[in-house]
């Protein structure tokens, strides 16, 4: 892993960092390795950030200690934070230095992506990191049927009863009193706002921008009860994402003393985790998120699907295919053996099917404290490892698309919008054979993605793997793509893939257990 121009860190997933210095790029090649930091536990690490010349900072992951030993199930996992000096130097093997830990969180799964924006590390995992003290079974959240549902990958059998009565207790707080109600469909928001009886017309004050609404009332009007008085403080809020000024509208019923909007989004196709965005980090108070609210057709779906789930009884085991560990686990194997996790099966949860991405959360640590989305997100991409490409943008399915999402590069990105900069048409469909995320990588730019998918390859004699090449749209109709055999056979699996610049242009590097392979002309 580049530390920066001169210095690398090569992890050997045993439990040691060694550190290489080689000469610069325009200089004959020479390298010599120069220090050796240790670690009381085997670990991987994830992503660095030069800070300064004389501080940089890794992730790192391992198993808990206290858990190492334990079954699959009830394993934790730390993600650690640890500083080096890259110029200092120490005797290497004869006397290697400790590795100082500035921070740890737990979690009970890996996380799929770990890289530095802003201030702070992104990072999209299926668990929530917390610190030692709030790690658990209520990282979590528990108040939200849809991202506790796919955070797991599905409720399982023996937890049936307990969810159902949970659900029917306080998952969608049916009882709660918000100031508006809202639902929406691919391409537009339906909100509804009731004000105190008696309530006219003239006595409301509204406007709608592209990326705000404003919303007060003449004191003069009857005084709205809380919550509507608590939403009504703060005049101006600003929308999850754009609004198309021109097609959106709003009606009053005096009778009923309701203001009905119809928001047209203007990214359709594209689902809103919620009406409003969060607050800058600068306010003083955050307002509490309105849920959507489901029909009663939706609501009786989910009671039904809680009700025909059977229980299982004490070691009954499930028949059929079920979860085991993801497909591209093998990077992380030198910490699963224990295990002896079967060979991922054929069906919806093996290499040949299944869901297209993975639902994440999405999150933001900064000197060691997380702030999480408050909802999942399908990612069916990452950006691909480059020294030179500064990306931490994601592709997110929507329907059968991929929508490119590029987040803010200052502040927490769980609480500010991303921006939809590019859309690859139908990427979620042609990606329905690519169950893990980790080896879907794309490369951005500021009006177009190429996306890559790779197959993992095997050391078989008649094993391929290719990488399938996804272009920008040509036209309403037509995009290019393209097919290469990079791993398998003589090459062996495939163990990792990157992109740096050579002479000026992006070529891609994929790593095999017997070769190096250097694509040219995909970017």
């Given at each position: 892993?580049?530390?920066?121009?001169?210095?690398?860190?090569?992890?050997?997933?045993?439990?040691?960092?060694?550190?290489?210095?080689?000469?610069?790029?325009?200089?004959?090649?020479?390298?010599?390795?120069?220090?050796?930091?240790?670690?009381?536990?085997?670990?991987?690490?994830?992503?660095?950030?030069?800070?300064?010349?004389?501080?940089?900072?890794?992730?790192?992951?391992?198993?808990?200690?206290?858990?190492?030993?334990?079954?699959?199930?009830?394993?934790?996992?730390?993600?650690?934070?640890?500083?080096?000096?890259?110029?200092?130097e120490n005797a290497v093997d004869d006397s290697p230095g400790q590795l100082e830990m500035n921070w740890s969180l737990q979690g009970t799964d890996l996380p799929y992506l770990s890289k530095w924006n802003g201030d702070g590390w992104m990072v999209l995992a299926a668990e929530l990191f917390r610190g030692p003290s709030e790690a658990g079974p209520s990282s979590t959240p528990t108040n939200d049927i849809?991202?506790?549902?796919?955070?797991?990958?599905?409720?399982?059998?023996?937890?049936?009863?307990?969810?159902?009565?949970?659900?029917?207790?306080?998952?969608?707080?049916?009882?709660?009193?918000?100031?508006?109600?809202?639902?929406?469909?691919?391409?537009?928001?339906?909100?509804?706002?009731?004000?105190?009886?008696?309530?006219?017309?003239?006595?409301?004050?509204?406007?709608?921008?592209?990326?705000?609404?404003?919303?007060?009332?003449?004191?003069?009007?009857?005084?709205?009860?809380?919550?509507?008085?608590?939403?009504?403080?703060?005049?101006?809020?600003?929308?999850?994402?754009?609004?198309?000024?021109?097609?959106?509208?709003?009606?009053?019923?005096?009778?009923?003393?309701?203001?009905?909007?119809?928001?047209?989004?203007?990214?359709?196709?594209?689902?809103?985790?919620?009406?409003?965005?969060?607050?800058?980090?600068?306010?003083?108070?955050?307002?509490?998120?309105?849920?959507?609210?489901?029909?009663?057709?939706?609501?009786?779906?989910?009671?039904?699907?809680?009700?025909?789930?059977?229980?299982?009884?004490?070691?009954?085991?499930?028949?059929?295919?079920?979860?085991?560990?993801?497909?591209?686990?093998?990077?992380?194997?030198?910490?699963?053996?224990?295990?002896?996790?079967?060979?991922?099966?054929?069906?919806?949860?093996?290499?040949?099917?299944?869901?297209?991405?993975?639902?994440?959360?999405?999150?933001?640590?900064?000197?060691?404290?997380?702030?999480?989305?408050?909802?999942?997100?399908?990612?069916?991409?990452?950006?691909?490892?480059?020294?030179?490409?500064?990306?931490?943008?994601?592709?997110?399915?929507?329907?059968?698309?991929?929508?490119?999402?590029?987040?803010?590069?200052?502040?927490?990105?769980?609480?500010?919008?991303?921006?939809?900069?590019?859309?690859?048409?139908?990427?979620?469909?042609?990606?329905?054979?690519?169950?893990?995320?980790?080896?879907?990588?794309?490369?951005?730019?500021?009006?177009?993605?190429?996306?890559?998918?790779?197959?993992?390859?095997?050391?078989?004699?008649?094993?391929?793997?290719?990488?399938?090449?996804?272009?920008?749209?040509?036209?309403?109709?037509?995009?290019?793509?393209?097919?290469?055999?990079?791993?398998?056979?003589?090459?062996?699996?495939?163990?990792?893939?990157?992109?740096?610049?050579?002479?000026?242009?992006?070529?891609?590097?994929?790593?095999?257990?017997?070769?190096?392979?250097?694509?040219?002309?995909?970017?």
């Amino acid at each position: 892993m580049e530390l920066d121009d001169t210095h690398w860190a090569i992890s050997t997933g045993s439990g040691s960092i060694y550190i290489i210095r080689t000469s610069p790029i325009t200089e004959p090649f020479s390298g010599k390795f120069t220090a050796r930091y240790d670690l009381d536990t085997p670990f991987l690490l994830r992503a660095s950030h030069s800070i300064s010349a004389s501080d940089c900072r890794m992730i790192l992951s391992r198993p808990s200690p206290s858990t190492g030993g334990g079954s699959k199930q009830d394993k934790t996992f730390d993600l650690m934070e640890v500083s080096i000096n890259p110029t200092m130097e120490n005797a290497v093997d004869d006397s290697p230095g400790q590795l100082e830990m500035n921070w740890s969180l737990q979690g009970t799964d890996l996380p799929y992506l770990s890289k530095w924006n802003g201030d702070g590390w992104m990072v999209l995992a299926a668990e929530l990191f917390r610190g030692p003290s709030e790690a658990g079974p209520s990282s979590t959240p528990t108040n939200d049927i849809a991202s506790t549902s796919a955070s797991r990958g599905g409720i399982g059998a023996d937890e049936a009863t307990n969810s159902a009565a949970d659900f029917e207790k306080s998952g969608i707080e049916e009882d709660r009193v918000w100031p508006f109600s809202w639902t929406q469909t691919a391409d537009s928001i339906a909100m509804t706002v009731p004000f105190p009886a008696g309530t006219k017309r003239s006595d409301i004050v509204i406007a709608l921008k592209l990326s705000e609404f404003s919303l007060s009332i003449n004191p003069s009007a009857p005084v709205p009860l809380s919550p509507l008085s608590d939403f009504l403080r703060r005049q101006t809020h600003s929308f999850w994402s754009d609004v198309d000024t021109n097609s959106s509208t709003f009606t009053y019923n005096p009778e009923k003393a309701l203001l009905e909007l119809e928001l047209v989004k203007a990214d359709d196709h594209s689902r809103w985790p919620s009406v409003f965005s969060p607050l800058d980090d600068d306010e003083e108070e955050e307002e509490e998120e309105v849920p959507e609210t489901l029909d009663a057709a939706t609501l009786a779906a989910v009671r039904a699907s809680f009700n025909n789930i059977k229980t299982r009884q004490p070691g009954e085991e499930p028949t059929g295919n079920h979860p085991a560990m993801p497909a591209l686990l093998s990077e992380e194997m030198d910490i699963d053996l224990m295990d002896e996790e079967d060979d991922m099966p054929e069906g919806p949860f093996g290499d040949k099917g299944g869901k297209v991405g993975r639902d994440v959360f999405i999150g933001h640590i900064t000197d060691g404290v997380p702030s999480w989305s408050k909802t999942t997100v399908t990612v069916v991409s990452l950006p691909i490892s480059s020294p030179t490409l500064n990306d931490d943008g994601l592709i997110v399915k929507s329907a059968i698309d991929g929508l490119y999402y590029r987040p803010s590069t200052t502040g927490d990105i769980t609480k500010k919008p991303w921006t939809h900069t590019s859309t690859t048409p139908a990427l979620a469909f042609v990606l329905s054979s690519k169950r893990d995320i980790r080896l879907v990588r794309h490369i951005a730019s500021d009006s177009s993605t190429i996306v890559l998918a790779f197959d993992a390859g095997s050391t078989g004699e008649q094993a391929q793997g290719n990488v399938y090449v996804y272009y920008p749209p040509d036209s309403k109709m037509y995009a290019r793509q393209g097919v290469v055999g990079v791993s398998g056979r003589e090459k062996g699996a495939l163990l990792g893939v990157g992109s740096m610049s050579v002479g000026g242009k992006d070529v891609v590097v994929v790593l095999c257990e017997k070769e190096l392979v250097v694509l040219h002309g995909i970017c």
